[in-house]
């Protein structure tokens, strides 16, 4: 194609389709001088400005397309959501197997007042944090919204971004903004876990509600929104190397928590209980097998705080214990197999004070299982 003869009569359209000819949709400065010599334009700078500025996409690189994708996109800005939000229930069923113990009377309380009081609960894992939370809304009849929190875990996965769906670039709410408009409660799992990117929930852990910049629309918590945050640590990372991957959270981000709970492991006899709920739900009928896993973690637990053992046995642990001798019908092998995660040393030692605490246990040389 012969190149076109520049006057100041031509437009800007008539501009871009002729350099859209020539090179295509995408093309460099090296094409943009070349363009302007062949026809009589004197300055290149001005040339850029004048036409191509909205097409620009980086230093000395311009794409013809840009605008129209920009339109489009400005088109499905305001489009509705990706995914009409699903009106099912989202209340926590009730488990028979539930003990309540440590804080549930206070986390439940909470919860049912339906103030906006957000709560922080710590403690060791596997005791049952995140489970009571569960329960309290199950009983309560109050719907929940979890949110399993990693150092991944930024704004768009809270607040909610734009999603292609069908060729159209539309906007689709979070969990943080779906429990605000259903006056839900908001679980944030393992929030120590996090990155300083949980910093956009501050306006939220106020009660102001949150400005979404990207649609310009404003969302105000309905009645009965509230946010609990479960951790491992209490914020300020695990010095001994237990939890690795926590982080030190935000000192401003904390204080927004009115109160902390510390969660500990269940008293033995409540321990006891909660096995042997598990145990008839798959068909275990031992209560004495119950009574010595908890006798035995509770040597273990205070072994553990004097600093006698690196490794616990979490209230988790003993629930897969009895799940396990259910499936092997072996009680050594069901302890042996769940507590293979720990290190030999720790293993054998373990092994070696559930065989002194239960007189019916036999202890084997340790298969490999």
């Known amino acids: ?5 520049f006057t100041a009569k031509v437009d800007s359209n008539t501009i871009i ?6 090179f295509g949709d995408s093309i460099t400065a090296a094409d943009v001088r070349g363009y302007c010599a062949s026809n009589g334009i004197a300055s290149y700078t001005y040339f850029c ?4 500025k909205e097409y620009k996409v980086s230093r000395g690189k311009w794409n013809l397309t840009v605008t129209e994708a920009r339109k489009q996109f400005e088109k499905t800005v305001t489009a509705p959501s ?3 939000v699903e009106e099912r229930n989202i209340v926590p069923e009730k488990d028979d ?6 804080s549930f009377n206070d986390v439940k309380s909470i919860i049912k007042s339906k103030q906006f009081y957000p709560t922080f609960i710590t403690g060791l894992s596997g005791n049952g944090k995140t489970f009571g939370v569960e329960q309290a809304c199950a009983q309560l009849g109050r719907e929940l919204i979890r949110v399993n929190i990693t150092i991944e875990t930024d704004e768009d996965d809270l607040i909610g971004g734009f999603r292609l769906v069908n060729g159209a670039t539309v906007w689709h709410d979070g969990p943080v903004i779906q429990a605000l408009n259903r006056g839900a409660v908001l679980l944030l799992d393992e929030i120590d876990l996090a990155s300083n990117k949980i910093l956009c929930l501050q306006p939220i852990l106020e009660g102001k509600g949150i400005f979404l910049k990207k649609i310009g629309k404003f969302v105000e918590p309905a009645a009965g929104f509230n946010v609990v945050a479960t951790a491992n640590t209490k914020g300020k990372g695990s010095d001994d190397g237990r939890f690795i991957g926590t ?11 009115p109160v902390t709970f510390e969660q500990d492991y269940p008293a033995p006899k409540t321990e006891q209980k909660i096995l042997m709920n598990i145990a008839d739900t798959v068909g275990v009928n031992d209560p004495k097998f119950c009574q010595k896993l908890t006798d035995w973690a509770d040597i273990i637990r205070k072994t553990f705080y004097d600093g006698g053992v690196e490794d616990i046995i979490s209230t988790r642990r003993l629930v897969h214990i009895v799940r396990a001798f259910s499936i092997f019908n072996d009680k050594a092998k069901a302890i042996k197999v ?16 559930y065989d002194k605490v239960d007189a019916d246990f036999e202890l084997n040389p340790i298969e490999e299982v």
């Open 1 to 5: 194609m012969r190149p076109m003869t």
């Open 17 to 22: 389709d002729s350099l859209r000819d020539l």
């Open 49 to 52: 400005k004048r036409y191509l």
């Open 82 to 84: 990706a995914e009409p």
């Open 97 to 102: 197997t539930f003990v309540k113990f440590g």
């Open 247 to 257: 982080n030190v959270l935000n000192e401003a981000f904390l204080e927004r928590f």
């Open 338 to 353: 769940c507590i293979n995660r720990f290190d030999d040393e720790t293993k054998q030692s373990f092994l070696e004070l």
